[in-house]
């Protein structure tokens, strides 16, 4: 198995960590010519969705990337990633990538100095969670499996070979949810 990991901006390094830590082959993704290798998933990282939609544009990647992640390449989008992935944002004219039910609002506790570290539940195993200036799921198609709530607010879903978290799972020691994306290649795979 082999998963390449967006690496133009956000916090990229920190799941390779967590890769390397599963010995789960894998490489960064700078150039459209790396965005076409062979690979059976794909994780964005947290960071700046609008910076991160900039230099996709201007990289001449978003097309080959949203088309990809059609055809059924398993994604896996952490906190900006979550909001590139969503068909639609609560605080924003325009959306991203456009390929998973949700409704997400950016920024949704507020500023840096809100973010927060809490526990919760992600597919009832309970998982440290980092927030920052993090996002939540507004609204969840029904098709959408809802993984995670923490206060009343989505913050982990999957539909199909989509895979979001509001947080950062990247930055803390658990494995849970990086183990929980290669079962959903493992079982695409099948």
């Not at 901006?9 to 960590?17: C, P, R, S, T, Y």
């Not at 991203?96 to 919760?120: C, E, P, W």
């Amino acid at each position: 198995m082999k998963i390449g990991i967006m690496a133009l901006q956000g916090a990229f390094i920190e799941h390779k960590e967590k890769l390397d830590a599963l010995n789960i082959d894998n490489f960064f993704i700078r150039n459209l010519e790396d965005l076409k290798r062979d690979k059976d998933g794909l994780i964005l990282p947290g960071g700046e969705s609008t910076a991160m939609y900039k230099l996709l544009n201007e990289l001449k990647m978003f097309d080959t990337l949203k088309s990809q992640i059609n055809e059924g390449l398993p994604t896996f989008g952490t906190c900006a990633g979550l909001i590139l992935l969503a068909k639609n944002l609560t605080n924003q004219e325009y959306a991203f990538l456009k390929v998973m039910d949700v409704t997400v609002t950016r920024n949704a506790y507020g500023r840096q100095l809100s973010s927060f570290i809490t526990t919760g539940l992600f597919n009832k195993i309970e998982i440290p969670m980092v927030f920052i200036r993090a996002p939540y799921i507004e609204h969840a198609h029904k098709d959408v499996e809802i993984l995670s709530v923490v206060d009343g607010k989505i913050v982990a879903a999957r539909q199909n070979h989509l895979l979001g978290t509001a947080f950062h799972p990247e930055l803390t020691d658990d494995l849970t949810i990086h183990k929980y994306f290669v079962s959903m290649i493992d079982i695409e795979q099948k």
